[in-house]
Nanobody, 119 residues
């Protein structure tokens, strides 16, 4: 059974920091590209950051310079360090694991963790 379990969300003041974690089980974590997405009510899911299986990273322009995505393949865990948080970062953050296998895209999601940036 594949499980992606996010944690670390919460209420934080503007300018503050949070570290999100995603504990993964049931898949070979190290061979998956891992991403963080976020979603606000009435909007689609937005890609925040990706870390490929080779460690290459990409970030949305909206978080570049403020967020760092990382992975610990020994612990099967994905992280997102978020600094200088803004009210517009308020969203539910989702962990995603993806890879291509035999011509099909395997795609797994966590249940999400809420981040609220407010004074």
């Amino acid at each position: 059974q594949v499980q992606l379990v996010e944690s670390g969300g919460g209420l934080v003041q503007p300018g503050g920091s949070l570290r999100l974690s995603c504990a993964v089980s049931g898949i070979a974590f190290s061979i998956y590209d891992m991403s963080w997405f976020r979603q606000t009510p009435g909007k689609g899911r937005e890609l925040v950051a990706t870390i490929a299986r080779d460690g290459h990273t990409n970030y949305a322009d909206s978080v570049k310079g403020r967020c760092t995505i990382s992975r610990d393949n020994a612990e099967n865990t994905l992280y997102l360090q978020m600094n200088s948080l803004k009210p517009e970062d308020t969203a539910v953050y989702y962990c995603n694991a993806a890879r291509l296998a035999l011509g099909s895209r395997l795609n797994y999601w966590g249940q999400g963790t809420q981040v609220i940036v407010s004074s």
